[in-house]
């Protein structure tokens, strides 16, 4: 019995921390976005997303143009424990279009 319950545990926390959950609006469909450089001190392209730019990980190179209107699926990643200049949460593109 003990083993049945250790079992049905780690195959509940396998399924519920594997499923990828992108960002889309309410219809499934990706998100307007517009994409921008980020303020300094650390200029890097970026995804304004509802008024806040976050630090683009994988932004393809033919997306950074400033004002770019974009549609995206994506997914935020957590800033790390350390507090430090350019360390803020960041957003990982899965997939993008123009609009």
């Given at each position: 019995?003990?083993?049945?319950?250790?079992?049905?545990?780690?195959?509940?926390?396998?399924?519920?921390?594997?499923?990828?959950?992108?960002?889309?609006?309410?219809?499934?469909?990706?998100?307007?976005?517009?994409?921008?450089?980020?303020?300094?001190?650390?200029?890097?392209?970026?995804?304004?997303?509802?008024?806040?730019?976050?630090?683009?990980?994988?932004?393809?190179?033919?997306?950074?143009?400033?004002?770019?209107?974009?549609?995206?699926?994506?997914?935020?990643?957590?800033?790390?424990?350390?507090?430090c200049t350019c360390c803020g949460t960041k957003i990982r593109v899965v997939?993008?279009?123009?609009?």
């Open positions: 019995m003990k083993n049945l319950i250790l079992t049905l545990s780690l195959i509940l926390t396998l399924s519920i921390g594997c499923s990828k959950d992108y960002n889309t609006d309410n219809n499934n469909n990706c998100v307007a976005v517009t994409i921008n450089q980020t303020p300094m001190p650390c200029v890097v392209w970026g995804v304004t997303l509802n008024g806040k730019t976050y630090p683009a990980e994988n932004l393809p190179a033919e997306f950074e143009q400033e004002g770019l209107a974009a549609c995206i699926e994506y997914e935020l990643i957590p800033a790390p424990p350390a507090e997939s993008i279009t123009r609009r």
